[in-house]
Every structure is written in structure tokens, then in C-alpha cells.
């Protein structure tokens, strides 16, 4: 039996267990608050191996929320998040120092389109091919992917490149051994920064290194995930190399604005009207400055808005508001349905005119 999620609203999962996988990356276990491991048919959670979920934790009387990958496979009693620590990271310092074993948080339902499922290994020269590239906590989403093809016991070749700092700072060092061992069609390349005391080659990932450690590349299907410079520095190689971009996915939790801005678009925003954001539900009218973020402006007014990923990919945002009251740069998990509608993700979405929203 799959575990049951609530639509749009959260639940309750609760913590069963908690380990660091390097000096500063830890992996949590959740399972729901009624979990029975031994129990003959026990409840298991299903979603696409790739994907994420959105967690909400209490943090000095605030629910924060973020969206992380999941490491575990489909299938299980549990759901594996691995989590690295970021400077001056609420919620991820949180998870680390504070949360523990038994504490409960909330979850929205697994969600992304950077997914194993919807995009299977093409089939290229009569054999199905992958090559897995990441870099730090990037890792998560496709490790749960190489878990997942070589357990299903299909026919696909995995190659697996991982970049990190040593071999202490390499998330699932041990496991990914493990599977080289275990498994003949699991072929592992790490590049450290510093491989003293590994077999593991040393140097930073470029057109060289991809050309040397996967000299079929051109026969692969990539699915790649890390920080933002890295994958655009990772996909401008793989296109001076020829390779078909139409066999390349990657996953990104970059905003879709940058938090700076210019002199001139400074100026603009203080010339700009002041609009009104009305929010019936709640008895909320909002007086807020065009061009602002709607999400920027429904949080600070203290509505429970849930803004996770803030990249106009999770869906966690979805509002519904007054056609042509807002300009969207991303509409990912809306459906056509829902945009007809009136739809829009409040994180990727400026103010323009005067409007009202429905939250949820």
C-alpha cells in the first residue's frame, strides 16, 4: 500500500533516523507518524527517482520551507533526504545541528520533471547508456537514479561522475564503491580536488577530463546536477564536444532572478507605482510597489504561502490571481487548465497592477 498524500497540503512525516555522510552533509529518514517497519504489509512511498519534496520545519515560530532531492528509491517503508550544509543556510543548519531522530516536520507530496521515468536513457547504436554527471549535494537526485536502473535489473549501462573536493567531502563515498563492485554495469569516475590516499584521479572537471573518463560520451544519455556555474561550465563542454543535446537533462534550484540588481533597474523600481494586492481569505489589502515579487509581497504580509524552491519549479507557490495583473517568467508545474484559469507561481511572478489572489 503507497502512502497517501493530502493534494496540495502537507503532512506530518516523522524522523527515524539521522547519520552524516561527510563532516558536513547529513542524510535524514522519514516515515509516516504511524510507521511500523515490522509490520507484514507495511506502507511504502512511490514517486520517480530524480524527483524532490518540499519540507517545512519550525524555526523561531516560523514554518520555513525548502525543497530538497530525494536519495532513497521507490518502493521503500521511508523517504531519504541528504542534506549539505550552506553558510548562513536557515533551514539546512536546522536539519543539522537541531533536528533529531523522533522530531516531526511537514512535507508536500515528491514533484520535478528532472526524473528517470518521464526521461528514460535513449535508446542510441541498439543499447540503452547513461552518464550520471554531478558535483557537491548535486549528487542526491542522481545517485537515487543509479540506485533505481541497477535494482530494476533492466538492461542499461551506468556511468556514474561524481566531483567533489576529496574523498571525505564525497557524499556516499562507500556506496558508490559498492556498487562498482557489485555490479558490472556500474562504472564510477571521480574527480577529486584532492585524491591523496584514492585510486581516484585528481583535477577539475572540463572538455580533457569528460573526453578521457567517458570516451563513449557521445553514445550517453546525460542527467546532470550540481551548482549553477558548474552545469552551465559541464553543458558548454558537452556542446563543444558535438554532443546531441536532445539526450541532455538537468535538474536547477537557481531564483529566476538574481537578488542584485543595476543601477538602471534600481532607478526604475523607485519611479514605479504602488499597486494593491488584495487577499479576500484572509481580510489582507496589501499595498505593494510594481515589479515587485508576488511572493516576496504575500510573505512579508505573514500569509501562509509556501515558497520552496523559489525557481518557478517546485509548485509549491501556485495562486490563483486577476488575468494580466502579473508578468510570469516560469508557469513548469502549472497545467494548461490551470493557467487558462488564472493560475500563476507566485515566486516567478512581478507585480504589474492591481489584483487579487487566492491562495491555494
Not at 59 to 84: D, G, M
Request: with cysteine; net charge negative.
Amino acid at each position: 500500500m503507497y502512502f497517501e498524500w493530502q493534494g496540495p497540503n502537507p503532512v506530518q512525516l516523522r524522523c527515524i533516523d539521522k547519520y552524516f555522510e561527510t563532516p558536513d552533509t547529513i542524510s535524514i529518514k522519514l516515515a509516516p507518524l504511524e510507521c511500523q517497519p515490522a509490520a507484514a504489509n507495511p506502507v511504502t512511498f512511490d514517486f520517480k527517482p530524480g524527483q524532490f519534496i518540499t519540507i517545512g520545519v519550525e524555526i523561531a515560530q516560523k514554518i520555513e520551507y525548502r525543497a530538497y532531492s530525494l536519495s532513497s528509491v521507490p518502493e521503500e517503508s521511508h523517504l531519504q533526504l541528504t542534506i549539505k550544509r550552506v553558510e548562513a543556510g536557515k533551514v539546512s543548519n536546522y536539519l543539522i545541528d537541531t533536528f533529531q531522530v523522533g522530531d516531526v516536520l511537514l512535507a508536500l507530496a515528491p514533484n520535478g520533471e528532472f526524473n528517470s521515468i518521464d526521461h528514460p536513457p535513449k535508446l542510441i547504436n541498439g543499447k540503452r547508456k547513461a552518464l550520471l554527471i554531478s558535483a557537491g549535494c548535486g549528487i542526491t537526485p542522481v545517485y537515487a537514479m543509479a540506485k533505481q536502473w541497477l535494482e530494476s535489473q533492466i538492461d542499461i549501462d551506468v556511468h556514474f561522475l561524481h566531483v567533489a573536493k576529496s574523498a571525505q567531502h564525497t557524499i556516499y563515498f562507500d556506496a558508490l564503491e559498492a556498487l562498482a563492485v557489485t555490479h558490472d554495469s556500474f562504472q564510477l569516475s571521480l574527480l577529486l580536488k584532492d585524491a591523496s590516499g584514492t585510486a581516484h584521479p585528481q583535477g577539475r572537471l572540463d572538455k580533457a577530463w569528460l573526453e578521457q573518463l567517458v570516451p563513449d560520451l557521445l553514445e550517453r544519455t546525460v542527467y546532470l546536477c550540481g551548482p549553477n556555474q558548474f552545469m552551465q561550465d559541464t553543458r558548454d563542454n558537452l556542446q563543444v564536444l558535438a554532443f546531441d543535446m536532445g539526450n541532455f537533462f538537468q535538474e536547477s534550484f537557481t531564483p529566476a532572478k538574481d537578488a542584485e540588481m543595476s543601477s538602471e533597474e534600481a532607478e526604475q523600481q523607485v519611479n514605479e507605482k504602488n499597486v494593491t494586492v488584495s487577499v479576500e481569505a484572509f481580510g489582507k489589502e496589501i499595498v505593494a510597489q510594481q515589479g515587485a515579487v508576488l511572493a516576496d509581497t504575500l510573505e512579508a504580509a505573514g500569509l501562509p504561502l509556501i515558497v520552496a524552491c523559489r525557481s518557478g519549479i517546485c509548485g509549491s507557490c501556485k495562486c490563483k490571481v486577476t488575468p494580466g495583473s502579473v508578468n510570469s517568467t516560469s508557469h513548469e508545474t502549472l497545467t494548461a487548465d490551470e493557467i487558462e484559469q488564472g493560475y500563476v507561481l507566485a515566486c516567478s511572478s512581478t507585480i504589474e497592477n492591481d489584483l487579487a489572489v487566492q491562495i491555494g
